[in-house]
Every structure is written in structure tokens, then in C-alpha cells.
């Protein structure tokens, strides 16, 4: 979603901050999923400069928006949240494509492979250039 959502913003000429993490500690500082970094080139992108990170506090403060891929992860950083304020700035990425159905974005190593994300993140790149602009 990082590198897409990066792409169409250098495209569009929008001054935009955009980064990604995760919940967990998990990957801290790898690059992404091989399958990931091949999809991405088959559009034109390279995500091969992408590093994994953990959520932080300070995302609150640094991001007007924080996406979410699954329940599990709005959940937690919800918990993180300290007011309502913060909570509001964190929806479910592909509500943007399929509006409060808060559908998670597929696991692309079970769920219809990294093609399938990519569509999919793709979409809801567009409508949240569109709909924030």
C-alpha cells in the first residue's frame, strides 16, 4: 500500500507523508515480501527501499490518517489511541473501495496471492487520493 499510495501521489504532484508499519515486532527493519517487491514491479513500482517498521505513539502527531489492513490491527492501534481525536484519524484502508463494510485486505499468502492485494490496494489508493484531495 506504501509504495502504491507513493506512486500515485508523486504522479498526481501531492505533497504527502506517506510510510507503513506494523502492530507487531515482527520484521523489524526486513525488506517487504519478495512476492510483494516482484508484484510491484510488474506496475512500475519499486518497494525495494521499504523497511519495516513498528507502530508508534508519535504516528498520531506525524500522520492525519492511519490505515488499517484487518481488524486486528485497527484494533490495536486503537489501544494506542489516547483521545478521540486520534481515534478518528484511523480507518480501515479498504473502506475506501467497499464503504463501512470494514473488510480486511486479504492475507496474499493464502487469501488469492499478492495480485489480488495489489488490485485491491490499487483501488483504495485511488479513492483516498480522491476523496482527501
Known amino acids: 500500500a506504501e509504495g502504491i499510495l507513493k506512486d500515485k501521489i ?4 501531492l505533497n504527502w507523508m506517506v510510510d507503513s508499519a506494523g502492530t507487531s515486532a515482527w520484521h523489524i ?14 506496475h512500475g513500482i519499486d518497494i525495494s527501499d521499504q523497511r519495516a517498521r513498528q507502530f508508534k505513539r508519535a504516528d498520531f502527531v506525524d500522520f492525519d490518517l492511519i490505515l488499517a489492513m484487518d481488524q486486528s490491527n485497527y484494533n490495536n492501534i486503537l489501544r494506542l489511541a489516547k483521545n478521540e481525536t ?3 484519524k484511523v480507518k480501515m484502508i479498504l473502506n475506501y473501495v467497499y464503504p463501512g463494510q470494514n473488510r480486511p485486505v486479504p492475507d496474499p499468502y493464502y487469501d488469492n496471492g499478492f495480485d489480488n492485494v495489489y488490485d485491491l490496494l490499487d483501488r483504495a489508493s485511488d479513492e483516498i487520493i480522491q476523496q482527501n484531495t
Do not use: I, N, V
Request: charge should be neutral; avoid cysteine.
Open 86 to 88: 486520534e481515534e478518528a
Open 29 to 42: 527493519g526486513e525488506k517487504p515480501d519478495p512476492r510483494s517487491m516482484q508484484t510491484s514491479l510488474k
Open 10 to 13: 508523486s504522479k498526481t504532484g
